[in-house]
């Protein structure tokens, strides 16, 4: 049984527009899913849109819509009508690097609309869906920043571990359904949102960047096999001495010192 045959015939990829998202609506693509593509900045939507279309001659259609929105998830119900939705990749995220008091709230409350509430909103819908006909694929994705406290990071962080744990308890939902749910927890990937933060070097364990496409890959082969998985044999080495070697105290003094020698924030 093939990849498409196994989940159905159309993906829905949120946050498509470039990076990670664009490396999902790639993939998928090539392995003949329609496509659904949601973002919020129009013209690099349109333009991934019409790469994918004129590369592979599956059907795409673009979505411009802003995730923190509170009807997000009925904007696009509206935009694709009836239109069944048999996988369902949520990428889209927003994160803020700096303290955590040097912003408004409303930074924060953002980065809960797009990285937690939308998605939610999306699972119960269409996730929903796929349980009613008995089929259906579901990827959040998550971060290994979200397994400890992560200092000038700390919203973002916070919003990863929710994905991570809401797919595990879905994946155990939803398995008997027919639904398979997973969250890739990824670290570092060279995504342009990632370069343009000009990150510099942390300590010699950091693990060197992913590319956006080996970290599908990865996700590809895990989905239906477990609830979760890290992307990357360095994040897999970095995550386990943070998890059963260093004290909890020492792993997230460890992240807010990364942050800090990566990005030079001060509290």
């Not at 929710?162 to 570092?188: H, M, S």
Request: glycine share 10%.
């Amino acid at each position: 049984m093939t990849f498409k045959e196994k989940y159905g015939k159309t993906a829905l990829v949120a946050g498509a527009s470039e990076g990670m998202g664009a490396a999902w609506a790639n993939t998928l693509a090539g392995r003949g899913f329609d496509l659904v593509l949601i973002a919020r900045r129009k013209e690099p939507l349109e333009a991934t849109a019409r790469q994918i279309t004129g590369q592979y001659g599956v059907k795409v259609l673009p979505v411009t819509c802003d995730l923190a929105d509170a009807d997000a998830t009925q904007q696009i119900i509206n935009a694709i009508g009836d239109m069944p939705v048999d996988f369902l990749v949520y990428n889209a995220a927003l994160s803020y690097i700096g303290p955590y008091l040097a912003t408004g709230l409303q930074t924060h409350t953002d980065i809960a609309k797009v990285n937690m509430l939308t998605p939610m909103a999306m699972l119960h819908y269409f996730g929903g869906k796929m349980a009613e006909r008995g089929k259906g694929g579901v990827v959040l994705m998550a971060s290994i920043a979200g397994f400890q406290g992560s200092g000038y990071l700390s919203t973002y962080a916070a919003t990863k571990a929710f994905n991570r744990v809401l797919a595990e308890g879905l994946w155990y939902e939803w398995r008997p359904k027919g639904v398979d749910v997973i969250a890739c927890c990824a670290g570092a990937t060279a995504t342009p949102n990632y370069i343009n933060t000009n990150p510099g070097k942390a300590s010699s364990l950091e693990p060197k960047p992913q590319l956006p496409e080996q970290v599908v890959e990865e996700c590809l082969q895990r989905i239906g096999t477990t609830p979760s998985f890290i992307s990357g044999t360095g994040n897999k080495l970095v995550t386990f001495l943070m998890q059963h070697i260093f004290s909890r105290k020492k792993a997230v003094e460890m992240m807010g010192d990364s942050m800090v020698k990566m990005y030079g924030v001060k509290g």
